[in-house]
């Protein structure tokens, strides 16, 4: 088993010990989100696929691209796909912050568990090129960590905290603790829906065409 595999089982460990818990699940409220018609779906920094597999699963009229730059997360992704046997995916090696894709060419994309890990320079990067790819009536659907209001989750997520935060320095504690409407209005986005889930958010943005 390579050390893709073993990351592969971190995120279904994630998601089991996190995300599954009672309550909202953020990978189901994403796929509620979704509609299950002709569609393109861009699954950005898709890493080993997790988000983008549950969208193609639920949703066969999908078109979903899971786009990375790391190939050895795309052959686990891969493998992912083959065992579902999915026939509306597309991987591919690029890299987010040019894709080198047609602008205007997907209905939704989303970034998962993504932004709290990049600095000020890859995050205005991504979204400007996410904004680039999105139709003008297109939604980028942001999953991100969020600040927990119950004691019993925020010892619960402490360990994670604490690994984002070493693994991170600087700017994970300000985007953690960022109002994340305002500050993706600052990249060209409005808000138009935010659901609170399990230790996350997800948000439904709209381009800005005033911007």
């Known amino acids: 088993m390579n050390i893709y595999s073993f990351l592969s089982i971190g995120y279904d460990l994630l ?19 979704l509609p299950n ?22 949703n066969p009229n999908n078109l979903v691209v899971g786009l990375d730059r790391s190939k050895p997360m795309l052959r686990e992704g891969k493998r992912k796909v083959i ?4 026939n509306n ?8 912050t040019d894709t080198r894709l047609k602008e205007g060419s997907f209905d939704y994309i989303i970034i998962g568990l993504v932004l709290h890990e990049c600095d000020p320079d890859l995050t ?15 939604s980028l659907i942001i999953l991100e960590w969020e600040k927990q209001s119950s004691i019993y989750r925020r010892i619960k997520y402490a360990p994670l905290y604490l690994a984002e935060v070493m693994c991170n320095p600087g700017y994970f504690t300000e985007f953690y603790k960022a109002d994340k409407k305002e500050f993706f209005k600052g990249y060209g986005f409005e808000t138009s829906l935010s659901i609170s889930c399990n230790y996350t958010v997800v948000m439904k943005l709209k381009k800005n065409l005033e911007a």
């Open 37 to 58: 018609e002709k569609c393109k779906v861009l699954d950005m920094c898709c890493g080993t696929f997790t988000n983008g597999l549950s969208i193609a699963r639920k």
């Open 15 to 33: 998601d089991k010990i996190w995300l599954s818990e009672k309550g909202n699940d953020p990978r189901r409220v994403i796929e509620s989100i």
């Open 89 to 96: 995916v597309k991987l591919l090696c690029r890299d987010a």
């Open 124 to 138: 205005n990067k991504i979204l400007k090129e996410a904004h680039r790819l999105l139709k003008r009536d297109g």
């Open 83 to 86: 065992r579902e046997g999915l």
